[in-house]
């Protein structure tokens, strides 16, 4: 019996633990969770100088996003986003860039935490993102469109999609579109590629996302998913750096710059986007 | 606070369908498990060997392989499986060859002068299985056996990559959209401790109940 009452006050004594990490929640409570940083400011120092230091510019993206970013036939990182931090990184002054494969989810804390220095993977200014990361200057405007399974003619507009199973990549800003949706079934991906399969197969009803990532899954894959007509939102996308790295955002912001001045973003975009020029976009929606 | 109004509404959910997907997989795990630790024990080749490359194959992998390998794999061979199934599969077919292996712990400790008293008796091997080995066997078996269990019900995690919404995914959504990752994943830790422990005391009973002498 002994047994079961010391159990019984273990039991107790640690359900008071969560609860005590919940408290705080009110306005000027100096203990709880809520002043815990939500973002560690985890890196001391001027970033720009040791990237460019050591010569290498630790980038991340998910290298499963195409045409954006993405592995080709000889294993070799390639891609819209992976040209441009290539550009970028060369109008630092830093000699190589080292792609480092993240999710939406693991980009920020992957920031904080030090493991790479630069996101430039199209991710979606937010406000609470701007609380945890830098962001520079958009380099990226990106269509988001509905996509269903090849001859579904029941889903036409996001209306369409309340009840039904929606894809999308863990973390983006898609998924929080999706889950605003009355009554969708959000089901979430480590990547786009691994979500518009699903759509393909059936395990999904749509995919919310880049529009060039589904048409390029379509085309070179030739996974049986089709674009639902119309952009359901347009969002501005930028690179992401460290908390409080002036320095490294403001030479990103002037590489860029120059690269939509001389006309290199122009380049790599017709190249990827099939045609598309993104620098006039950034020029009429989203100049800095 | 934001936090516990974003979470509440959903951890009810969440801890449904992790338990769910603990008993389940435990349940045809174990069915599955006694299959494969008496085709083991057989006196016949062909049982015996596919019961021993089932059990190096599938213990000898990992899990999330095992998982990816069901949900993402499969449906390039045409086979599609909705996510919760296939989580359910993943975990029992993992279950079974770690659970055989403790049945056959069990089965093997039992004294081999049982089996012929029980013979001696004239029962048939399945009677002899079924009154005397087994009910043995069981009492030796518990303790590993409530230790998969618990591991089980903590493998279920795994299904948060094939998109089920259960703990793990719970967490991640939260934490990545708040980016409150500490208060997320300590709070999820606590109640998976919590289911756990339920498990625990649960084989204390069960093993004192065996214990009773007959």
């Known amino acids: 019996m002994t047994r079961h009452r010391h159990r019984l006050s273990l039991l107790l004594a640690a359900t008071l633990l969560p609860l005590a990490l919940s408290a705080g929640c009110g306005n000027g409570t100096p203990a709880g969770v809520d002043n815990l940083p939500a973002?560690?400011?985890?890196?001391?120092?001027?970033?720009?100088?040791?990237?460019?230091s050591k010569g290498v510019l630790r980038v991340a993206n998910t290298q499963a996003n195409p045409p954006y970013s993405m592995v080709d036939k000889s294993n070799h990182v390639v891609g819209f986003d992976v040209d441009v931090a290539n550009e970028v990184a060369k109008r630092l002054g830093v000699t190589k860039v080292e792609f480092v494969v993240g999710t939406f989810q693991t980009f920020i804390p992957g920031l904080q935490a030090g493991k790479w220095d630069a996101v430039v993977a199209g991710l979606t200014v937010t406000e609470e993102r701007k609380k945890q990361v830098d962001f520079s200057c958009p380099y990226q405007v990106n269509g988001v469109s509905i996509f269903v399974a090849d001859g579904n003619p029941t889903i036409s507009t996001e209306a369409d999609l309340a009840g039904k199973r929606v894809a999308v990549s863990a973390g983006t800003k898609q998924e929080e579109q999706a889950r605003a949706i009355n009554g969708a079934k959000v089901l979430?991906?480590?990547?786009?590629t691994l979500a518009l399969k699903d759509v393909a197969t059936g395990r999904a009803d749509a995919y919310i996302g880049s529009k060039f990532t589904g048409a390029y899954l379509a085309e070179q894959n030739g996974l049986t998913v089709k674009p639902v007509s119309g952009y359901l939102s347009s969002?501005?996308?930028?690179?992401?750096?460290?908390?409080?790295?002036?320095?490294?955002?403001?030479?990103?912001?002037?590489?860029?710059?120059?690269?939509?001045?001389?006309?290199?973003?122009?380049?790599?975009?017709?190249?990827?986007?099939?045609?598309?020029?993104?620098?006039?976009?950034?020029?009429?929606k989203a100049a800095c | 606070m934001d936090l516990i109004s974003r979470t509440i509404p959903l951890l009810g959910q969440a801890v449904v369908i992790t338990l769910l997907l603990g008993i389940t997989s435990f349940l045809i795990g174990s069915?599955?498990?006694?299959?494969?630790?008496?085709?083991?024990?057989?006196?016949?080749?062909?049982?015996?060997?596919?019961?021993?490359?089932?059990?190096?194959?599938?213990?000898?992998?990992?899990?999330?392989?095992?998982?990816?390998?069901?949900?993402?794999?499969?449906?390039?061979?045409?086979?599609?499986?909705?996510?919760?199934?296939?989580?359910?599969?993943?975990?029992?077919?993992?279950?079974?060859?770690?659970?055989?292996?403790?049945?056959?712990?069990?089965?093997?400790?039992?004294?081999?002068g049982q089996r012929e008293a029980a013979h001696s008796l004239s029962m048939t091997y399945a009677q002899?299985?079924?009154?005397?080995?087994?009910?043995?066997?069981?009492?030796?078996?518990?303790?590993?056996?409530?230790?998969?269990?618990i591991a089980i019900m903590k493998d279920t995690s795994l299904a948060s990559?094939?998109?089920?919404?259960?703990?793990?995914?719970?967490?991640?959504?939260?934490?990545?959209?708040?980016?409150?990752?500490?208060?997320?994943?300590?709070?999820?830790?606590?109640?998976?401790?919590v289911i756990n422990t339920v498990l625990s005391a649960g084989q204390e009973i069960l093993e004192r109940r065996l214990a009773r002498p007959y």
Do not use: C
């Open chain 1, 188 to 192: 979430t991906y480590d990547n786009s």
């Open chain 1, 235 to 284: 969002e501005v996308n930028a690179m992401a750096f460290p908390k409080g790295q002036q320095e490294l955002t403001k030479a990103a912001d002037n590489a860029l710059a120059d690269m939509i001045s001389d006309g290199t973003l122009s380049e790599i975009s017709r190249h990827w986007l099939g045609g598309l020029d993104v620098a006039t976009e950034l020029r009429r």
């Open chain 2, 161 to 193: 990559v094939i998109t089920v919404f259960e703990l793990t995914r719970l967490a991640n959504m939260v934490g990545s959209a708040t980016f409150r990752y500490i208060q997320m994943f300590v709070v999820v830790a606590f109640v998976y401790w």
């Open chain 1, 39 to 52: 973002a560690g400011h985890a890196r001391e120092g001027d970033v720009l100088t040791a990237v460019r």
């Open chain 2, 31 to 112: 069915v599955l498990g006694v299959g494969i630790a008496l085709g083991r024990l057989s006196t016949h080749r062909v049982p015996r060997y596919l019961a021993v490359a089932y059990v190096s194959v599938v213990r000898g992998t990992p899990l999330l392989i095992q998982v990816l390998l069901i949900y993402f794999g499969l449906p390039q061979l045409g086979i599609v499986i909705p996510p919760i199934p296939a989580a359910i599969a993943a975990l029992s077919v993992n279950g079974a060859a770690y659970l055989s292996e403790n049945f056959r712990a069990g089965v093997l400790s039992v004294d081999r």
């Open chain 2, 128 to 149: 002899s299985l079924r009154r005397i080995i087994l009910p043995q066997a069981a009492r030796i078996a518990l303790p590993p056996v409530g230790s998969r269990f």
